[in-house]
């Protein structure tokens, strides 16, 4: 393989003056500048206006949630609030319901202990009753567990009051007692005495007041099952033990039951009877014409006189009319009712009818409920 000399040579000088190099700097004018300087000035301040305007939203923000975290931090109440003047570190036993009475011969005790012994290693609860001389016999303990409440097996109690404390057993020592809680055992039903009325008794009025004694704090309750509705009644009974109860009454015997609920749930129950005379009670009917010829039509004129207790009128008593004649299926008027003198009067037209006898009757409803009937005859022709 040979090799071979390249010389190059310059080009001409009238070649190279035929070219002219390119500019590749150049000056702006001052006015040009300093617009380009202001809009880049502005553009800069614009962005750290607004950049500036959120992140003091984004800082306001945050520090308004760590503020309300604290505030809530500082204001949480602990799990357990002991009452006024209880020692932080002491257990609460819960109030007993209804006052602490019961029927069950045993109990399970049950409380708070505070949020600081929750999950605690070795922590106990300590529950003990008082005896009559004030000394302390344990009853249970309880292990704190995962939360602050607490509750005991079924400890057995006596007829009476039964109080307990409790305390905070530590791997250090054992806590102050807790305030006292008392249990009432009362298995005892209450004792229902009717003083009035007499068993038996006979009355006029469409009511009657019953009254005797029981347990104080018992709920007494009356029933007349004759009555409308029962006629249900209650009544707690007060500290003096006394109650009266108003019940209504109809015609004839009413068996009135009283039952009664003490504060312990123990029941009892008793029962009355008294009867309710209506005396003069009576419904007085006439008919006109009581006697007319069966082939001519005829107008009855049916007229009530009813009469309440003592003979007196019976008002606002409602009343029916039923006419019977032969010949002519039943009649019957709408329901009606008496004046204040005790006065309801019907008129029917009479066609068709039979020759023979017949009857007019009247059923009369008092307002209280009692019912009577009168009857008057009817003669055809």
Known sequence: ?????????????????????????????????????SGCLMLGLVTLSVGSGLMTDLIGQIAAAFGTAVTRLVSQAPATAPPSGVALDTPVLDTPPNGGYTNQPSIPIQGS???????????????????????????????????????????????????????????????????????ILDTTPPKITIASPAQGAKLTSSTIDVSGSCDAGATISIRNEEAPGGAFRSQVIGSDGKFKLTVPVVAGPNTI????????????????????????LAAHLAVSPSKFAASSQATLKLTLHATSLNGGPLANAKVTFT????????IVSPELTTDATGTATWQVAISGASPGT????????????????????????
């Open 358 to 381: 017949g009857q007019a009757s009247v059923l009369v409803t008092s307002p209280a409920g009692d019912q009577v009937t009168g009857t008057a005859g009817i003669t055809t022709t």
């Open 323 to 330: 006419v019977a004649i032969q010949g002519l299926e039943p």
């Open 257 to 280: 039951d009283l039952s009664a609920t003490d504060l312990a749930t123990n029941t009892s129950s008793t029962s009355i009877t008294v009867n309710r005379d209506y005396g003069q």
């Open 1 to 37: 393989m040979s090799t071979q000399s390249i010389k190059a040579s310059a080009p001409p000088p009238d070649v190279l003056r035929r070219y002219r190099p390119i500019r590749t700097g150049g000056r702006i004018s001052p006015p040009l500048a300093m617009v380009i300087i």
């Open 113 to 183: 202990v505070p949020g600081a012994a929750v999950g605690k290693t070795g922590y106990t609860v300590h529950v003990y009753r008082l005896d009559k001389s004030g000394s302390q016999v344990q009853v249970a303990t309880v292990s704190v567990g995962g939360t602050t409440r607490f509750i005991t097996t079924a400890i057995p109690i006596t007829e009476g009051s039964n109080t307990f404390v409790a305390t905070l057993a530590t791997p250090t020592g054992e806590g102050q007692l807790s305030p006292e809680v008392t249990y």
